[in-house]
Nanobody, 118 residues
C-alpha cells in the first residue's frame, strides 16, 4: 500500500523558515520524480518545486529563490526547505510522486498546513 506522509508544517512568523518532509512507502521511491504543490484557500493547486529521479531540480512560481527541494533515497523521503516565508505562502502543501513507464503512476500525500502570520 502506498503512503505519502507530509510533516513539518505549522505556524511561522513572516521571515521565518520551515522544512517540510514527505516520508513515503509502498513504491520504488528512487524511480519516481517528486514534487511539492501548494493550495491556498480559494485558489488552484500550484506547483512549487520538483526533483527528478536523477536529482535534477526545478522551481516554480513566487517561491523561487527561497526554497530548496531535496531527496534522500535511502530514507524514501523528499524535503522542502522554505526560507523568508511570507503571509502569501500560507497554504496546504502537498507531496506528489510521479513515474511514467508503460503507464502513469502517480500518488498524492494528504497535505500539511503552513501558516505564515505574525
Amino acid at each position: 500500500q502506498v503512503h505519502l506522509v507530509e510533516s513539518g508544517g505549522g505556524l511561522v512568523q513572516p521571515g521565518g523558515s520551515l522544512r517540510l518532509s514527505c516520508a513515503t512507502s509502498g513504491f520504488t521511491f528512487s524511480s519516481y520524480a517528486m514534487r511539492w504543490y501548494r493550495q491556498a484557500p480559494g485558489k488552484e493547486r500550484e506547483l512549487v518545486a520538483a526533483i527528478s529521479a536523477g536529482g535534477s531540480v526545478n522551481y516554480a512560481g513566487s517561491m523561487k529563490g527561497r526554497i530548496t527541494i531535496s531527496r534522500d533515497n535511502a530514507k524514501n523521503t523528499v524535503y522542502l526547505q522554505m526560507n523568508s516565508l511570507k503571509p502569501e505562502d500560507t497554504a496546504v502543501y502537498y507531496c506528489y510522486a510521479l513515474r511514467v513507464a508503460s503507464g502513469i503512476y502517480e500518488y498524492w500525500g494528504q497535505g500539511t498546513q503552513v501558516t505564515v502570520s505574525s
